[in-house]
């Protein structure tokens, strides 16, 4: 049971207050074992302590139970409590200095690195919880409430309230404004506060994706250590290429949550390895060995990256120079090839070579699937942060609606000052942001969390995707469902 501190300066008026509150702060306090949590209205303040463990994950496939108890017990008295899960070892301990020291052990004998999120990310992160929710006190535990409400608190760094303080900044710098509400909104979303919100959106994204690997009990096997630069190159803007007339990016979170099951743990499982390239669960990305039918035969790869890695290490490039001049081609072909000669090439590339009879697979070298039994978890937080964004999107469209019953032609400056809209449409924004660009920061050598069969998987979806849509959009102009199923249909 949490206990419960007020402020002495504040609580012979805080009982005529209203109950609900915001969360404004938190602070692990480890001579105390626990996290004291902030509540605030206004400037009236409410602690309450929550009793908490901080700890950190490392991957089964990085070290054994053995071998990790072995290191404990060469840390000396200190308390630790091992829970194993599916995928990973949690480690729990009521220090968390010695916490640090197990960690940097363990990578230094057995380069197994741990992911260890600070520990008030990792109390939030437990609850669900995030800055400037809002909670009902009343409750024997804090209740928290659903609804975009601007936090009318004080902080440290506002003269005056945020509602104040954003009502005044928009008369002079409304982006200003906007840019706070934003910052407000993704305190909520990452479990951050204001002052720790990074400036670089590959660094949003990074404790983005930390936050569900942590929440889902994973720690990936090739864990890189963070790197707190604020630059680093990112992918999505050459990742969603496509054409002019179609956006790509909105598409791949659907594609990996209706069509591929992508994820740490559902790629390449253990449970469903198919038996044929027919097979549902197949990924674009598989090798196999393909025998070609004609003589000098060239042909354009489904995916850029396998061609431009095909061109840089088989030989011949000159040919395959010249050709792509020759051709305005966009990328280097693949070849040049002779009849009854065998290559190694992408499925996708290999089965629509098949159907123009160009050439025949004769078997799988590397295959890759996906898991047909259960969903990753990263499909279950995009699907659940869709629901989400739906679920804002209706509250925003509703409060227009209701901006223009109320003020009549004077609706639009309603809205325009209504705080709690602004401040909904920001979440939304920044949550769709982050699903739209999850596969991409999944396809990015630079994450820490980088996965290359992940990656690959992804690459090559997304390729398949802008080649689909390039195929049938000559005929018409297709619905993204259109769109949707044609991505699959070289893979049948």
């Known amino acids: 049971m949490p206990s419960r501190e007020i402020n002495p300066e504040i609580s012979k008026s805080s009982g005529l207050c ?36 901080p700890s950190f994950l490392v991957s089964k496939e990085s070290i054994t139970l053995l071998e990790l108890k072995e290191a404990v017990s060469e840390i000396g008295n200190q308390k630790f409590k091992i829970l194993e899960t599916e995928y990973s070892f949690k480690v729990a301990s009521t220090n968390l200095t010695a916490l640090t020291s197990l960690a940097n052990k363990i990578f230094s004998a057995h380069k197994a690195r741990a992911l260890m999120p600070e520990p008030e990310r990792q109390f939030l992160i437990e609850k669900e ?70 400036s670089a959106s590959f660094l949003r994204q990074e404790t983005f994706l930390e936050n569900i ?29 496509g054409t002019p007339e179609f956006d790509i990016g909105p598409m791949l979170p659907a594609l990996i949550l209706d069509f591929f099951n992508i994820g740490f743990e559902t790629v390449d499982c253990k449970c469903c390895s198919p038996e044929h390239r027919q097979a549902e669960n197949m990924l674009p990305n598989t090798i196999v ?47 040049p090839f002779h009849r009854n000669q065998c290559q190694e090439l992408l499925l996708q590339d290999a089965l629509l070579l098949e159907k ?22 990263i499909s279950k937080t995009i699907k659940e942060a869709k629901e989400i964004v739906a679920q804002t999107s209706v509250f925003i469209e509703n409060t227009q609606n209701n901006c223009f019953s109320k003020s009549g032609i004077l609706g639009c400056i309603a809205i325009e000052k209504n705080q709690g809209l602004q401040m909904a ?12 660009n999850l596969p991409a920061h999944l396809s990015n050598p630079e ?27 000559a ?11 044609a991505i699959k249909s070289p893979m049948n």
Not at 20 to 49: C, D, N, P, Q
């Open 289 to 335: 060995t393909t025998e070609i039918l004609k003589d000098a035969f060239y042909f354009e790869s489904t995916s850029p990256e396998f061609s431009q890695e095909f061109h840089e290490k088989q030989p011949m490039k000159e040919h395959r120079t010249r050709r792509k001049k020759e051709f305005f081609l966009a990328q280097f072909p693949i070849g």
């Open 129 to 198: 919880w995030g800055y400037f929710d809002s909670f009902d006190l009343n409750e024997k535990e804090p209740a928290k409430k659903s609804c975009f409400e601007l936090p009318s608190v004080c902080l440290d760094f506002f003269s005056e309230s945020i509602p104040r303080t954003i009502a005044e900044l928009s008369k002079i710098d409304s982006e200003e404004a906007k840019s706070i509400l934003s910052l407000i909104t993704l305190s909520k979303i990452l479990s951050l506060p204001l002052e720790k919100i990074p």
């Open 18 to 53: 209203e109950s609900t509150f915001w969360l404004t702060r938190v602070r692990y306090l480890e001579e105390k074992k626990a996290v004291m949590a902030e509540f605030s209205k206004g400037r009236i303040k409410r602690t309450i302590r929550f009793p908490f463990f």
């Open 475 to 485: 005929k018409n102009k297709p619905s993204i469902k259109e769109c949707l199923i």
């Open 213 to 241: 690997l942590f929440k889902n009990l994973f720690a990936p096997k090739n864990l890189s250590n963070p790197n707190p630069r604020e630059h680093h190159t990112t992918q999505s803007a050459s990742f969603f290429r």
């Open 356 to 377: 123009n009879r160009d050439a025949k697979i004769t078997e799988f070298k590397i295959k890759h699937w996906f898991c047909t039994k259960k969903a990753s978890f």
């Open 425 to 436: 449409q920001e979440f939304k924004n920044n949550l769709e942001f982050f699903i739209t």
């Open 447 to 473: 994450t820490r969390f980088f996965d290359e069969e992940i990656a690959n998987a992804i690459t090559c979806i997304r390729d398949n995707a802008i080649y689909a849509f390039n195929s049938i959009s």
